[in-house]
């Protein structure tokens, strides 16, 4: 009994040309999901922090565990500034708002698609450099340069 291509090769004799090469499809463009990203808006120091994880949800014995056990030691009603007090940085706030940890009083959370730099970097190239200047026709004359009349 003899081995078929599709035995040996995992291919069929579709996928093989007539001089018994493997051929493979093109590979289309892979199809890229735009990135989101999360915010938090509306967050003041004065806000209060209205609900809490019931259990720490970091990992035990690690910084951020330590971090949010601070939470933990604050009186009921706290405000952000209360906690920003206890050693808690603004960004742990916002990462434990995103993430569900906790919420605070007139928060919310924005999604979007962050923009790229191409837009910005495209502009700067299309900005007219200062040392140029215009003559009457319109057209742009390095500085220093004279017209002879």
Same mark, same amino acid.
């Given at each position: 009994?003899?081995?078929?291509?599709? %035995?040996?090769?995992?291919?069929?004799?579709?996928?093989?040309?007539?001089?018994? /090469?493997?051929?493979?499809?093109?590979?289309?463009? =892979? *199809?890229k =999901?735009?990135?989101?990203? =999360?915010r !938090?808006?509306n967050?003041?120091? /004065?806000?209060?922090?209205?609900?809490?994880?019931? @259990?720490?949800?970091?990992?035990?014995? *690690? =910084?951020?565990?330590?971090?949010? +056990?601070?939470?933990?030691?604050?009186? #009921?009603?706290?405000? !952000?500034?209360?906690?920003? &007090?206890a050693?808690?940085?603004?960004?742990?706030?916002?990462?434990?708002?995103?993430?569900?940890?906790?919420?605070?009083?007139?928060?919310?959370v &924005?999604?979007?698609?962050?923009?790229?730099?191409?837009?910005? +970097?495209?502009?700067?190239e299309?900005?007219? &450099?200062?040392?140029? /200047?215009?003559d &009457?026709?319109?057209?742009? @004359? #390095?500085?220093?340069?004279t017209? %002879?009349?």
């Amino acid at each position: 009994m003899s081995a078929t291509a599709e %035995d040996v090769m995992g291919t069929t004799e579709l996928d093989l040309e007539e001089g018994g /090469e493997v051929t493979t499809p093109p590979k289309s463009e =892979k *199809s890229k =999901k735009p990135r989101i990203a =999360k915010r !938090v808006l509306n967050l003041s120091k /004065e806000a209060l922090i209205t609900d809490l994880a019931e @259990a720490n949800p970091k990992r035990e014995g *690690s =910084k951020a565990w330590d971090t949010f +056990q601070l939470y933990y030691n604050l009186p #009921e009603n706290a405000t !952000v500034q209360m906690a920003l &007090d206890a050693g808690i940085s603004m960004a742990d706030i916002h990462y434990n708002i995103i993430h569900n940890f906790m919420t605070v009083a007139g928060t919310e959370v &924005d999604e979007y698609t962050p923009g790229t730099r191409r837009g910005r +970097q495209a502009s700067a190239e299309i900005a007219v &450099d200062s040392t140029e /200047e215009t003559d &009457d026709e319109g057209l742009i @004359a #390095e500085a220093g340069e004279t017209e %002879d009349f």
